[in-house]
């Protein structure tokens, strides 16, 4: 099935050396939706009663993700220069099996500047580099303590990202890209009844796997 999709990606490229196209040059305006994974490594340091107890984990959070971007970018020769943002939603989420432990990916927005190189008049291959900052909500319940904490936080994150794109008509084009976002660390501090009995440093990581369609003006 990736063969035959990626196939008709490529025959879709070289089909569209036959149209006449303007260019890729000018704003845009687009909707994107794929897949989305998040890796998360959890330290977690014991104070007070808990000290010396220090436990590493990682959990994974996968769901659905989609939105909005537009951008401007200006062909120069054989090659592309461009800017863009773009603003997302998505239902990835983690549960733990004993349900201790919830993360939840909610809404997202970024920036980036993509460069890019012409297979084919009409066939972009791209890279980006970027900044994302998403929101994410984390809970911690432990009912046998009883002990419950949990925090709504937004995260900045490097992006990267690679992708091809082709143009369909004189101003509608579509692309396949992948990005990959590190964030920034970040630790929740825990106590009970008043007293510090630890802290928790998540390390989020996502991979993001879309389709998209653009209009160029």
């Known amino acids: 099935m990736k063969i035959a999709f990626i196939t008709s990606f490529l025959a879709t490229a070289m089909l569209a050396g036959a149209i006449r196209a303007e260019s890729f040059d000018g704003p845009y305006i687009g909707l994107q939706g794929g897949y989305e994974r998040f890796n998360v490594d ?3 340091i014991g ?8 436990l590493s984990t990682e959990f994974h959070a996968a769901g659905m993700e989609g939105g909005l971007f537009l951008g401007y ?6 090659f592309y220069l461009g800017a863009e943002v773009d603003g997302s939603l998505g239902n990835a989420d983690y549960h733990s099996s004993g349900g201790t432990t919830e993360i939840e990916r909610r809404y997202g927005y970024g920036a980036s500047l993509r460069a890019g ?14 900044v994302v900052s998403t929101n994410f909500d984390y809970d911690l319940n432990v009912p046998s303590v009883p002990f419950a904490a949990g925090d709504d936080v937004s995260l900045t994150g490097l992006r990267l990202g690679l992708g091809a794109e082709a143009l369909l008509t004189d101003h509608l ?3 396949l890209g992948w990005d990959y976002t590190s964030y920034e660390d970040y630790t929740i501090r825990y106590s009970l009844s008043g007293t510090p009995i630890g802290s928790e ?3 989020p990581q996502s991979h993001n796997f879309q389709l998209g369609l653009a209009y160029t003006f």
Do not use: C, E, V
């Open 42 to 44: 959890a330290d977690f």
């Open 47 to 54: 104070a007070g009663p808990l000290a010396g107890t220090n």
């Open 73 to 78: 970018g200006r062909k120069l020769g054989n």
């Open 117 to 130: 190189w012409f297979a084919l008049p009409h066939f972009l291959y791209y890279s980006r580099i970027g």
């Open 173 to 175: 084009t579509w692309r």
């Open 201 to 203: 440093k998540l390390s």
